[in-house]
């Protein structure tokens, strides 16, 4: 009895990183903890600044790094009435140039699949059924709702603020962000030349709470929220819970991730290999297998 119950476990956590392996395509289309900070009872009014001065405070608060690893717990759901399906992955970054997602089968720990994400393409390895996908990110682009590339993922991964298709925010940027705030949040905001808006929604403390991408009518958002802040490298605050919400006509695809220790500039190699004998799939039957889980 019990090893059929390890057995059913198994085959339900392999259906759980397939759905994973879905909702992180889609979240993409649109990435040692000390002591927890203490919760505000009552908000704490913002003091007065420029839309120059709020965005460098923004700016230079994140977490400085070179490499970043975290283990993560992942909760991934489609439709509103669907149940959430959860799973342990590791999220390891070196900056600028690669985040890498690699997710793990329950119990047995090996992995499942993993996805690279460099400037220039995107790999991702389906272990389970020995086939992979790889493309360039100028081509994935054609494919996604938003002007989203790397450097947006990776800010999305690590809460920074960024302006899609740039590698950085520099002080030149500072002022083409528009500006409103009431007594407690300020929302700096942006908006492409494909009409794309980006909202910035932080605190007192000049985090980033939220981030918001959508289009003027809304048929297509995404919200990325951040939560539990506590303290990491050098002092600073990084957000131990983050969730997503992305929209789509017809279907509402939510992503949760809990952040276990964060490692900051440790030593790590990032696998980019790809196994001979696995069979290479285009776009359109990732498309198809994405539609089929």
């Given at each position: 009895?019990?090893?059929?119950?390890?057995?059913?476990?198994?085959?339900?956590?392999?259906?759980?990183?397939?759905?994973?392996?879905?909702?992180?395509?889609?979240?993409?289309?649109?990435?040692?903890?000390?002591?927890?900070?203490?919760r505000q009872?009552?908000?704490?009014?913002?003091?007065?600044?420029?839309?120059?001065?709020?965005?460098?405070?923004?700016?230079?608060?994140?977490?400085?790094?070179?490499?970043?690893?975290?283990?993560?717990?992942?909760?991934?759901?489609?439709?509103?009435?669907?149940?959430?399906?959860?799973?342990?992955?590791?999220?390891?970054?070196?900056?600028?140039?690669?985040?890498?997602?690699?997710?793990?089968?329950?119990?047995?720990?090996?992995?499942?699949?993993?996805?690279?994400?460099?400037?220039?393409?995107?790999?991702?390895?389906?272990?389970?059924?020995?086939?992979?996908?790889?493309?360039?990110?100028?081509?994935?682009?054609?494919?996604?709702?938003?002007?989203?590339?790397?450097?947006?993922?990776?800010?999305?991964?690590?809460?920074?603020?960024?302006?899609?298709?740039?590698?950085?925010?520099?002080?030149?940027?500072?002022?083409?962000?528009?500006?409103?705030?009431?007594?407690?949040?300020?929302?700096?905001?942006?908006?492409?030349?494909?009409?794309?808006?980006?909202?910035?929604?932080?605190?007192?403390?000049?985090?980033?709470?939220?981030?918001?991408?959508?289009?003027?009518?809304?048929?297509?958002?995404?919200?990325?929220?951040?939560?539990?802040?506590?303290?990491?490298?050098?002092?600073?605050?990084?957000p131990m819970?983050?969730?997503?919400?992305?929209?789509?006509?017809?279907?509402?695809?939510?992503?949760?991730?809990?952040?276990?220790s964060v490692?900051?500039?440790?030593?790590?190699?990032?696998?980019?290999?790809?196994?001979?004998?696995?069979?290479?799939?285009?776009?359109?039957?990732?498309?198809?297998?994405?539609?089929?889980?």
């Amino acid at each position: 009895m019990k090893w059929n119950k390890l057995i059913c476990r198994r085959r339900d956590g392999m259906r759980a990183v397939k759905y994973i392996v879905w909702g992180l395509c889609c979240g993409l289309a649109i990435f040692a903890s000390s002591c927890r900070t203490s919760r505000q009872i009552h908000p704490v009014a913002l003091t007065g600044h420029t839309v120059e001065e709020r965005v460098g405070l923004i700016v230079n608060r994140p977490v400085s790094y070179k490499t970043f690893s975290s283990a993560l717990r992942f909760g991934i759901k489609s439709g509103v009435n669907r149940d959430s399906i959860t799973a342990d992955a590791r999220l390891r970054i070196v900056k600028d140039e690669m985040i890498q997602l690699s997710l793990r089968i329950p119990i047995l720990g090996t992995e499942a699949a993993r996805i690279n994400i460099s400037p220039d393409q995107i790999l991702i390895i389906d272990r389970m059924n020995k086939r992979y996908f790889v493309e360039s990110m100028e081509n994935l682009k054609k494919h996604l709702p938003f002007d989203f590339d790397y450097y947006s993922v990776q800010s999305l991964f690590t809460n920074q603020l960024f302006i899609a298709g740039k590698q950085e925010v520099t002080p030149d940027d500072y002022a083409s962000f528009g500006y409103r705030e009431d007594e407690f949040s300020a929302v700096l905001s942006r908006q492409d030349s494909r009409g794309i808006v980006y909202d910035f929604t932080g605190d007192y403390s000049h985090r980033i709470l939220k981030t918001e991408v959508y289009k003027n009518d809304k048929t297509v958002s995404m919200n990325w929220n951040y939560a539990d802040f506590e303290r990491v490298s050098d002092n600073c605050l990084f957000p131990m819970k983050m969730s997503m919400a992305l929209t789509v006509p017809d279907n509402l695809i939510s992503m949760n991730l809990n952040f276990s220790s964060v490692d900051i500039d440790a030593a790590f190699e990032l696998k980019t290999d790809i196994p001979s004998k696995y069979k290479q799939i285009d776009i359109n039957q990732l498309i198809k297998l994405i539609r089929s889980l």
